[in-house]
T-cell receptor, first 112, second 114 residues
Framework: GENVEQHPSTLSVQEGDSAVIKCTYSDSASNYFPWYKQELGKRPQLIID?????GEKKDQRIAVTLNKTAKHFSLHITETQPEDSAVYFC???????????FGTGTSLTVIP | GAGVSQSPSNKVTEKGKDVELRCDPI?????LYWYRQRLGQGLEFLIYFQGNSAPDKSGLPSDRFSAERTGESVSTLTIQRTQQEDSAVYLC????????????FGPGTRLTVT
């Protein structure tokens, strides 16, 4: 099956700086890569996703890049704000599979 | 409905008792997932339902765990003879179909086994 690794496990940045979270996956057939944000005590919510036919996707301050050759994808948050503080999970899914394979999460703290 | 709902929101039970958790997916979503999230941990896949196909039970940790789903509607997760290590938040998610579609999560049920 698929194996997703996520780094770092914790990340602290100053407000206004950029944050980068990286994930690697093992199965080259994976074709969908969502990122979820989970605030303390809340449910995970999708913030951005990318499919394997695209190398980069951007939505305001958030961007995701995908390198299929290297089998890794990254989340980039620019101009971070305190409300960006949360746990972020990456995931990968196969086109024929049932499961989303989640990374272990990154706890991001934005220091005002 | 507006989103995925789960009940109860909190459940405290004594060790050895059975518990039943409920999930109402978004109408029209054929795929339904159950996850377990221990405090400060990631999402642990438990089981997946897709339409009328046989469920993928590969993530269930023991035979004390079981789940059912009626067609494409409500699902229940049952934990028999609960143990303290079962304490966690149990999250349900639904999606339009399996695989490459966004999962919408419910608010979760916080289970505490005393």
């Amino acid at each position: 099956g698929e194996n997703v690794e996520q780094h770092p496990s914790t990340l602290s940045v100053q407000e206004g700086d950029s944050a980068v979270i990286k994930c690697t996956y093992s199965d080259s057939a994976s074709n969908y890569f969502p990122w979820y944000k989970q605030e303390l005590g809340k449910r995970p919510q999708l913030i951005i996703d990318i499919r394997s036919n695209v190398g980069e996707k951007k939505d305001q301050r958030i961007a995701v890049t995908l390198n299929k050759t290297a089998k890794h994808f990254s989340l980039h948050i620019t101009e971070t704000q305190p409300e960006d503080s949360a746990v972020y999970f990456c995931a990968a899914s196969l086109p024929t599979g049932n499961q989303f394979y989640f990374g272990t999460g990154t706890s991001l703290t934005v220091i005002p | 409905g507006a989103g995925v709902s789960q009940s109860p929101s909190n459940k405290v039970t004594e060790k050895g008792k059975d518990v039943e958790l409920r999930c109402d997916p978004i109408s029209g979503h054929t795929a339904l997932y159950w996850y377990r999230q221990r405090l400060g941990q990631g999402l642990e896949f438990l089981i997946y339902f897709q339409g009328n196909s046989a469920p993928d039970k590969s993530g269930l940790p023991s035979d004390r765990f079981s789940a059912e789903r009626t067609g494409e509607s409500v699902s229940t997760l049952t934990i028999q003879r609960t143990q303290q290590e079962d304490s966690a938040v149990y999250l349900c998610a639904s999606s339009f179909s399996g695989g490459s579609y966004e999962q919408y999560f419910g608010p979760g049920t916080r289970l505490t086994v005393t």
